[in-house]
């Protein structure tokens, strides 16, 4: 049997990602003692790499296909295949920002200040193009932690990656700029996604990934409605298209459903009730595909 090989992220992205996956239909259970985390799909083989270093191991043919940020596949210089971009990261859906930052009684205040001075990353490349864009001259080392707390004794400077700020904020470190913005990414090998059964695998996978995150901000909304309220209550509701309208047993009445945004629904339920809408039931979605 043919299998694909599945690089998946270790570490702060892990969990989110295996929720991510679980909403897509695939249930990995992770194993403490091992970074091959058994899933219930016997035609994928999941191994768990830091997101640092899964570029590397997807463009050299270790694993067909993997999940890791922009960041990374930048700051590796990769040639992989782009399959799909998936905003999502630790704490939020939102983009995660590499920014740099200083102390905040720094007397750093732009880019060009940072001439001669020291700046400590774990993204090293990428800090160095900024720098060289920027026609900055400056000494970029290399993090193997705690980057945070460096300024201003160890570095004048750091580039870091940030979600809220409210790290940075809490080591009395305040932004002077962004310096990349990341996202996660879906990527694969070139020769893999040439192989027409792993092309497929991969795509299969894509569009569930897809269905997922787009699940994830909307909900189901089915309700009851008699004839003489339908006109009124399909005005209020919006829809991915157009609601769904069922007929009842009784003829006066008919069953509405439809997918909304999530961060409606406390608006809507209160006008569709007063609209005449009754039996209003929201639910949860895995996977919506358009």
């Given at each position: 049997m043919?299998k694909?090989?599945?690089?998946?992220?270790?570490?702060?992205?892990?969990n989110?990602?295996?929720e991510?996956f679980?909403?897509a239909?695939?249930?990995i259970?992770p194993n403490?003692?091992?970074?091959?985390?058994?899933?219930d799909?016997e035609e994928?083989?999941?191994?768990?790499?830091r997101?640092?270093?899964?570029?590397?191991y997807?463009e050299d043919?270790?694993?067909d296909?993997g999940l890791?940020?922009?960041?990374?596949?930048?700051?590796?210089d990769?040639?992989v295949?782009?399959v799909v971009?998936?905003?999502y990261s630790?704490?939020?859906?939102?983009p995660v920002r590499?920014?740099?930052?200083?102390?905040?009684?720094s007397?750093?205040q732009?880019?060009?200040?940072?001439?001669?001075?020291?700046?400590?990353?774990e993204l090293?490349?990428?800090?160095?193009?900024?720098l060289k864009?920027n026609?900055?001259?400056?000494?970029v080392?290399?993090?193997?932690g705690?980057t945070?707390?460096?300024?201003p004794?160890?570095?004048d400077?750091?580039?870091e990656?940030t979600?809220?700020?409210?790290?940075?904020?809490?080591?009395n470190?305040?932004?002077?700029?962004t310096?990349?913005?990341?996202?996660t990414k879906?990527?694969?090998n070139h020769?893999?996604?040439?192989?027409p059964w792993k092309?497929k695998?991969?795509?299969?996978?894509?569009?569930l990934?897809?269905?997922a995150m787009?699940?994830?901000?909307?909900?189901?909304l089915?309700?009851?409605?008699?004839?003489k309220?339908?006109?009124?209550v399909l005005k209020?509701?919006p829809?991915?298209?157009?609601p769904?309208?069922?007929?009842?047993?009784d003829s006066n009445?008919?069953?509405v459903?439809?997918?909304?945004?999530?961060k409606?629904?406390r608006?809507l339920?209160p006008?569709l009730?007063?609209?005449?809408?009754?039996g209003?039931i929201?639910?949860?979605l895995n996977?919506?595909?358009l």
């Open positions: 043919q694909l090989k599945l690089g998946l992220p270790k570490g702060s992205l892990e989110s990602t295996y991510l679980k909403k239909g695939f249930a259970t403490a003692r091992s970074y091959y985390p058994l899933v799909d994928l083989e999941v191994v768990l790499f997101p640092q270093e899964m570029s590397r997807v043919g270790t694993v296909a890791t940020g922009h960041d990374w596949i930048v700051e590796n990769s040639k295949h782009e971009e998936l905003t630790k704490q939020t859906r939102k590499w920014v740099l930052a200083v102390h905040r009684d007397s750093i732009q880019v060009k200040d940072l001439e001669g001075k020291k700046i400590a990353t090293v490349n990428v800090t160095r193009s900024f864009k026609k900055v001259k400056a000494e080392e290399f993090s193997w705690a945070e707390a460096k300024p004794k160890l570095a400077a750091i580039v990656a979600e809220t700020g409210s790290s940075l904020a809490a080591n470190l305040r932004i002077v700029e310096v990349i913005t990341s996202v879906f990527i694969a020769k893999s996604y040439q192989d092309k695998k991969i795509d299969n996978i894509r569009i990934l897809e269905g787009l699940a994830h901000e909307k909900v189901g089915k309700m009851n409605v008699s004839k309220h339908l006109d009124a209020i509701l829809a991915l298209k157009n769904t309208v069922m007929p009842l047993s009445w008919f069953d459903d439809t997918v909304i945004d999530e409606v629904v608006v339920i006008e009730k007063k609209a005449g809408a009754s209003i929201e639910y949860p996977k919506v595909i």
